[in-house]
């Protein structure tokens, strides 16, 4: 009994520790996404890169503006990013806040063995494609839920 309960100390003080990750904010002028202290940030000709020091993999952010892409196409254009052949029904999109419409499509490439996850919020003109990639090896606890919290905190500003 009493190594039940050194057990379930351990465990109880080791979660309580594990999960606290310091973060920062990284602001544009039209969005805002939380990520951990100590991921970097590239700014590429306005194509961000946020990425954690061992470069494992990436969060980027690309915005376009004045393009004039139908909703009938988004989806054809998220499959060709990756030269996909998967059925357009594989990407989930639904109605968003601020009337963009949300795009959703999870990708592996086996050659590269990459995880991608794909968010494209589209209104009008407007497109944001922010997209997660990670190597294989590494697309698993931590690392995993850490992408996932700062693709998730992704929000736009207008």
């Avoid at 991921?39 to 980027?60: L, R």
């Amino acid at each position: 009994m009493k190594k039940i309960i050194l057990v379930l100390s351990f465990l109880r003080a080791f979660f309580s520790f594990a999960q606290n990750v310091p973060t920062k904010v990284y602001d544009s002028k039209n969005y805002s996404i939380t990520l951990p202290e100590d991921w970097k940030v590239t700014n590429d000709s306005e194509i961000i890169n946020i990425f954690p020091g061992n470069q494992i993999g990436a969060i980027t952010i690309s915005e376009y503006h004045d393009l004039n892409l139908p909703k009938t196409e988004t989806k054809k254009f998220i499959l060709a990013l990756y030269k996909s052949a998967d059925d357009e029904k594989k990407i989930k999109s639904k109605s968003g806040k601020k009337g963009y419409t949300e795009y959703f499509y999870e990708y592996f490439d086996e050659k590269e063995k990459l995880y991608w996850t794909t968010k494209v919020l589209q209104k009008e003109k407007d497109l944001f494609l922010v997209t997660i990639n990670c190597q294989q090896k590494y697309w698993n606890g931590n690392y995993m839920k850490l992408f996932n919290e700062a693709f998730d905190s992704f929000k736009i500003k207008k």
